[in-house]
């Protein structure tokens, strides 16, 4: 006797899904059982969503009745689908790959988007800043006029990129803050799920605490410590944007493609200089950069010093010659890419 087929409908049942629409594609509730399992082991929700959305609802409606993912469904979306960057493109195939990947576990006949899928990206460099350009350009952050489409940016700008600066946070960090996360009697700052969810508390200088508190003095207390004049926080593009006009504003010209980002590298970078100034054991203190910077992997805060200029390095302490075969283990190990590695080192 023919074994008889299980209903979809009741399988979503059997697995929790007891409000399961028919009008909805049936891959949104495998990425919903699958984004519950990231959160749980820790991970972000919206790490995995970009894309993995956006490709399901394609799925929908070209493909309703779909269940698991086809090469077909991955190929069709790709010829309808125009990346600006092949940085985004490979993050698109990646979560995707995840998810594809989780439907698989489940026991799904389901396609996997193999290496083939992804596209051969130019590692960034990170921009470095020299003195001169810091100065111009933080000098263009506290001049900036008022703009009737960016209400009260001129507040807000000048503490923004020095909060990021001065503590090496990462763009999203200081955007995510609430009010209540800034202590500005202590100087404590506690910065809440960040990257793959940790929490982190770090302390700022007096000359940024006196800033934040003459800043905050103009705000009435709120839900963010930057928010939008309706009380919701701002987007990083927003950052971006601004950034972008306040370097075209200081009149410098570009050696490379600089990023709100690389405020945290220049935070990184300039820490170890000082340190290599002072005397101090640089592979020693690394480790206080890095719980400060919030790197999950020390490996990712050993990286700055490949930033340091070489004399630096050489008077530091540190061991030339294994120092140089390390950062060419780590950065094998961040490029994936033989011709790509062999172009940057």
């Not at 969503?49 to 086809?70: D, L, M, R, S, W």
């Not at 508190?213 to 939008?228: G, H, I, N, V």
């Not at 935070?267 to 999950?296: I, P, Q």
Request: glycine share 4%.
């Amino acid at each position: 006797m023919a074994k008889e087929e299980v209903p979809i409908t009741t399988i979503s049942q059997m697995l929790g899904h007891a409000d399961m629409d028919s009008s909805k594609p049936y891959l949104s509730f495998d990425e919903k059982q699958m984004l519950d399992l990231k959160e749980a082991i820790g991970y972000s929700r919206v790490t995995y969503q970009p894309h993995i959305k956006e490709f399901i609802v394609f799925c929908g409606n070209t493909y309703p009745e779909a269940v698991c993912v086809t090469k077909e469904m991955v190929d069709t979306w790709l010829q309808q689908k125009q990346f600006q960057t092949n940085a985004t493109h490979n993050s698109a195939i990646s979560r995707l790959r995840a998810f594809t990947k989780y439907q698989a576990a489940i026991g799904k006949d389901t396609f996997v988007p193999g290496e083939e899928y992804s596209v051969k990206t130019v590692h960034y460099t990170p921009y470095i800043f020299t003195d001169v350009e810091l100065r111009k350009l933080f000098k263009t952050f506290d001049t900036l006029q008022p703009h009737f489409e960016a209400p009260e940016r001129e507040y807000i700008v000048p503490v923004l990129f020095r909060m990021m600066y001065c503590c090496g946070m990462r763009p999203s960090e200081p955007l995510e803050l609430l009010y209540e996360d800034v202590n500005l009697q202590t100087g404590e700052i506690y910065i809440r799920q960040s990257k793959r969810k940790k929490d982190r508390r770090i302390l700022m200088s007096e000359d940024l605490m006196s800033l934040c508190r003459r800043y905050a003095s103009f705000k009435k207390p709120r839900t963010y410590f930057f928010d939008r004049v309706d009380g919701s926080r701002f987007p990083t593009y927003w950052m971006t944007n601004q950034f972008r006009i306040c370097w075209r504003n200081s009149g410098l010209v570009k050696r490379g493609n600089p990023r709100p980002y690389d405020l945290r590298h220049n935070y990184a970078k300039r820490t170890m200089m000082r340190w290599v100034n002072e005397g101090r054991d640089v592979m020693a203190m690394v480790s206080y950069l890095s719980a400060y910077m919030g790197h999950t992997e020390f490996s990712a805060t050993l990286y700055y010093i490949h930033l340091l200029p070489e004399r630096l390095i050489m008077s530091s302490g540190i061991d030339g010659k294994d120092f140089h075969v390390y950062i060419r283990r780590l950065l094998m190990k961040k490029i994936k890419d033989p011709e790509l590695f062999k172009t940057i080192t």
